[in-house]
């Protein structure tokens, strides 16, 4: 369907054959989400995750749950991993859409669906709504990636590109369902959604035995709420553990504080768990399973995708490699020696941003090393600093020079080099090697001002 993305107040937009009109919304008018309301949250039970899986049994990938040989050496723990990137719009997503699409009066249907959303969820109701034959429109904010955009409009989505932000996005979607008749589709709150995303632990518990803890990644909290209760309700023993960037820590926030808190979000590498206030449904229904809350840092997000690139030929998104994160951070060490299952939620990541992730997890990883050394500025002064990076098997990636702002000797110039070393201990040899040849040496990330 073609995409309205901007229209003057007097024109209107045309939704699904609806004419709904582009007047600015008011700050002061109400747009309630009736299925979301915070003084009447809705519990999910067992039987509605159930339930879900019996109706979307035929349009969801059953997404493999396999063993990490790999990865479980490296960390101690028996790590499986639920590979629900597979999917295919490459997110669990699809799950709670299908679900809450078929879940819709046959009137309901006709009419069709809105939501706002800047990815996963805007994919999953445009394929899943294409599908099924029901129209849907998402609302997506100027700053969602491009090559999400376009796949919407592919898979059938009426797509609106309206937002500076997904808060002002939501508020448009709102709207239209207020002047159309559109039912609105909260992406990580709405009480078909968590249920639907609860299949993913019935599938869980079917493909891997003996289960001694689940950690799942933590955004707005659809997917924890539903899988930790199909995951409880059948083996009570499980643990389950949440995880979710320090840079926006709204679920943990909330879990302290015994009810739904706003929590300040930045930019992360794990864009699709910043939320900052998690769902009102989903945190009554999670907030008595959970066993416990972590937050991990953004080199160890970076460290995930890289690892799970190399290791297990996995493209996967910050998101979606968020659970992994908290491992090879050593926020779980009493996991050693058990049997653990994390789910890899996503895996719709930028190009160019997976190429930022890769180089961050080699910094991490103590592989991509940068430094600043003075050297002679008399022929072969360079030239002998690279005969000593080669000579310990250093590969050089960059390398510049710079005379001019140099305060000391007139007859010595900065040399910054960035280098790729094995492990740690490999960049420590070099470290330790430069440190004994030259006097001035400044190694790491603070080492770019020349002085």
Not at 237 to 262: H, L, N, P, Q
């Amino acid at each position: 369907m073609p995409a309205e993305e901007a229209t003057s107040p007097s024109e209107g937009v045309q939704v699904n054959g609806h004419l709904e009109k582009s007047s600015s919304i008011s700050s002061e008018e109400e747009l309630f989400d009736p299925m979301c309301d915070p003084e009447n949250p809705i519990v999910v039970k067992f039987q509605d995750v159930s339930a879900a899986a019996y109706k979307i049994r035929n349009g969801i990938e059953r997404t493999p749950c396999t063993k990490s040989v790999q990865l479980s050496a490296l960390t101690g723990i028996d790590l499986h991993f639920k590979k629900e990137f597979l999917q295919q719009t490459g997110s669990f997503k699809e799950r709670g859409a299908r679900y809450t699409l078929m879940a819709l009066t046959k009137e309901q249907q006709k009419i069709g669906v809105v939501a706002a959303s800047a990815g996963n969820h805007a994919l999953a109701l445009s394929y899943h709504g294409n599908q099924l034959g029901i129209p849907v429109t998402v609302v997506m904010p100027i700053i969602a990636p491009l090559m999400k955009v376009n796949l919407c409009r592919q898979y059938g989505g009426n797509v609106i590109v309206k937002g500076a932000d997904i808060g002002v996005s939501r508020s448009h979607a709102l709207k239209i369902g207020k002047d159309t008749g559109m039912v609105y589709i909260n992406g990580y709150d709405h009480p078909h959604i968590l249920a639907g995303q609860g299949t993913m632990g019935l599938e869980i518990v079917e493909q891997v035995s003996d289960i001694d803890a689940v950690v799942i990644p933590i955004g707005g909290g659809g997917l924890i709420a539903g899988s930790a209760l199909a995951i409880k309700s059948l083996y009570p023993s499980v643990k389950v553990i949440g995880v979710e960037s320090e840079r926006c820590a709204g679920f943990t926030e909330s879990m302290k504080a015994g009810k739904v808190v706003t929590v300040g979000a930045q930019s992360t590498l794990a864009d699709g768990l910043a939320v900052p206030t998690v769902g009102v449904n989903a945190f009554a229904t999670a907030r008595n399973y959970i066993d416990q809350m972590v937050t991990v840092g953004e080199e160890f997000i970076a460290l995930a995708i890289l690892r799970l690139v190399e290791m297990e030929k996995a493209v996967v998104e910050g998101a979606g490699a968020t659970g992994l994160a908290a491992v090879l951070a050593g926020l779980l060490p009493e996991l050693k020696g058990k049997r653990v299952v994390i789910p890899l939620c996503g895996g719709n990541i930028d190009t160019t941003v997976l190429g930022r992730c890769i180089e961050r997890g080699l910094a991490a990883d103590g592989r991509l090393c940068r430094f600043v050394v003075t050297v002679s500025d008399r022929p072969g002064g360079i030239a002998e600093l690279c005969k000593l990076i080669a000579k310990l098997g250093v590969s050089l990636k960059d390398i510049f020079h710079e005379r001019a702002w140099l305060t000391s000797d007139i007859f010595s110039v900065q040399v910054k080099c960035i280098v790729e070393t094995r492990d740690f201990d490999h960049a420590e040899e070099l470290r330790t090697a430069l440190m004994d040849k030259y006097q001035r040496v400044d190694w790491g990330p603070h080492s770019a001002t020349f002085r």
